[in-house]
């Protein structure tokens, strides 16, 4: 395995993210800001479709979400409410994908993305 995910004595272990992933590996991937051409506008679908994006653009890079070192999601208009929306969305993915990667993670939330339809944005970066 070429990541290790870890939440170090003294930072607080979050249920949805680890603190730190420790990577060894040769060769980084780093995957341009996902989101979802087609879904309606739910947060929680979009989350799931922009992160079944990319870990298909992982799998075509020859890496799984296994390899992820960190991500970041945008989030238009955000407020801590959207909270359960948005990690229903994760969760579904994840579910759907027999994964459980929880790699460091940066929640970023934005006015507007490229299009107005777009509730989501998330780019990620992995090592194999």
Known sequence: ?????????????????????????????????????????????QTEQAYVNVHTALKGAGASLKDLVKVTVYVVDWT?????????????????LGETAKPPATLIGVATLD??????????TAVI
């Open 80 to 96: 801590p409410d959207k909270m359960p929306e948005l990690l229903k969305g994760i969760e579904n993915a994840m579910a759907g």
């Open 115 to 124: 299009v107005p339809e777009h509730l989501v944005e998330i780019e990620a």
């Open 1 to 45: 395995m070429t990541v290790t995910l870890i939440n170090p004595d003294g930072l607080p272990a979050i249920d949805v993210y680890h603190q730190v992933a420790v990577a060894t590996g040769t060769k980084t991937i780093y995957v341009a800001g996902q989101v979802a051409w087609d879904a309606e506008p739910d947060l929680a679908r």
